[in-house]
């Protein structure tokens, strides 16, 4: 099932409105007290401040589209179910799969699995779903009653560069909410969603209207961490942002094939 009528089928089966009000994010330039540190590994480099957030900045950074990655299979629950999802069974799954030990889709699935068996961290929700009823039941879970909203970042042009430097051509729109779960898509034989959020104010939504070098243009949804306090003291970001764990929050622009939820 193409993502575009997945989105489009789990918002008809669950009658989520989509929009927002937004507020203007005005911010004045910032002056940077650290170094940054761009990763020679492109695909890393997707992290930026909560102060890189005003109207004409530039930021470099690595966006992928969905059609970089190979399309997968949407399954039922029923069928998602049938099959086991743990990284103790990680070599009856690439027997399943016929995949051998030393290929890149074992090495894709077991960091999947491992990622998807982390514990949650300081009051976060943290789930993988892989069917459509699995994540209609995580968003009731995390929402209650309220019945949450949807947002996804769109590439509005026909040609699209991986990398490249965006400018902020309007000022950007802080999307009120006070829940926030993000759901990343991840490698495996299937669609598996890698969904992770906070009840509260730790995490802040953005849109964010981008230009790029190549004149394409994104409407971006980004995501800023607030409270790093609890994460990996080496966590990728940090070395790029030339910030310490806790000291700053940390923003990222959400991939086109990765939705986030808010109420």
Known sequence: MAFASFILYALLILQFSIGSHGLEMNMIKPEDDQPRHPS???SLNVFFKITDLYLGNKIQIYLASNEDSTPTKLLSKEEADSIPFSLSKLPHLLEYFSFSNTSP???AMQTTLKQCEVKPIGGEVKTCVTSLKSMMEMTRHFFGTVKPKVLTTKI??????LYQNYTIVEKPKEVNTSKVIACHTMAYPYMVYY???????MTRLFKVALGGENKERIDAIAVCHMDTSKWDRDHVSFRILGVRRGSSPVCHVIPVDNIVWFA
């Open 40 to 42: 020679p590994d492109l």
């Open 105 to 107: 889709q074992a090495k």
């Open 156 to 161: 509005l042009s026909s040609k699209h560069t």
């Open 195 to 201: 969904c992770h959020g906070h009840k509260g104010h």
